[in-house]
């Protein structure tokens, strides 16, 4: 079952927050390193003026899913872009980094980029990464 992808923006004077739920792994940088701007259990939890638009910017370049980012991010990234690259995430899943076309099972096909795959085979989302990596104590 594939999860329903979801996009919201949180528009601050400096930068405008995107945030999609379903890419989350629970890796939980955002609101450890920034708690002003991702307010972990608060409505709404995103704060787009709680910091600084360039600390803002700086935090989400760590978001290891791609749940966060910011608009003109993707500007950035693909004059970055080359060859695909997997990190194996400690624990976790792997972070490919570029577009990967995906056929699925039903003949259906999606570009995905930046996927998030998951390899505790616990995800209900699978291929990709749902955090449940984190209930199941996946170990790797
Ligand atoms: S994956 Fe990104 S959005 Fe999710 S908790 Fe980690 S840093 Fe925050
Ligand atoms: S690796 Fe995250 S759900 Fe399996």
Partial sequence: MRIKPSKKEYQGEEVTIVWQAHKCIHSEKCWRNLE???RYGKKPWVDPNGAS????????????????????????SEEEE??????????????IKGSINFMHPDGSTSLEKNPVICRCGASANKPFCDGSHKKVGFQS
């Fill in 36 to 38: 002003d701007v991702f």
């Fill in 53 to 76: 638009g360039e600390k803002i910017r700086q935090q989400i370049e760590q978001c290891p899913s791609g749940a966060l980012s910011y608009i003109g991010q993707e500007l950035k």
């Fill in 82 to 95: 080359g060859d695909l690259k997997a990190t194996l995430v400690a624990n976790g899943p792997i972070l």
